[in-house]
């Protein structure tokens, strides 16, 4: 099991910025740590993607204003958000694919609210 725990969520002015951290219980070395986000009424989609190499993948719609690192030795991930605008404003979900052997497993952390204001 893993747990992980989103933070840095919050209230901004649209052009603002925002950094998230996710946080996870135990070694992330290996994974794939993905960030997700959850807007009222629509379904959830994957914002950004980091594998243990470092190699990212973003949703067009952040590609130039988002940016996820990883720091394996502290078992955390993170999204710095700029210049961002009112329809960022979502619930956004850390999300963890651990290799066990030749299986996948996937974990989730609790989310964290942004608010992004006109």
């Known amino acids: 099991q893993v747990q992980l725990v989103e933070s840095g969520g919050g209230l901004v002015q649209a052009g603002g910025s925002l950094r998230l951290s996710c946080a996870a219980s135990r070694s992330i070395f290996g994974s794939v740590m993905g960030w997700y986000r959850q807007a009222p009424g629509k379904q959830r989609e994957l914002v950004a993607a980091?594998?243990?190499?470092?190699?990212?993948n973003y949703a067009d719609f952040v590609k130039g204003r988002f940016t996820i690192s990883r720091d394996n030795a502290k078992n955390t991930v993170y999204l710095q958000m700029n210049s961002l605008k009112p329809e960022d404003t979502a619930v956004y979900y850390c999300n963890a694919k651990i290799p066990y052997g030749s299986n996948w497993s996937a974990y989730w952390g609790q989310g964290t609210q942004v608010t992004v204001s006109s």
């Open positions: 980091i594998i243990s190499g470092g190699s990212t």
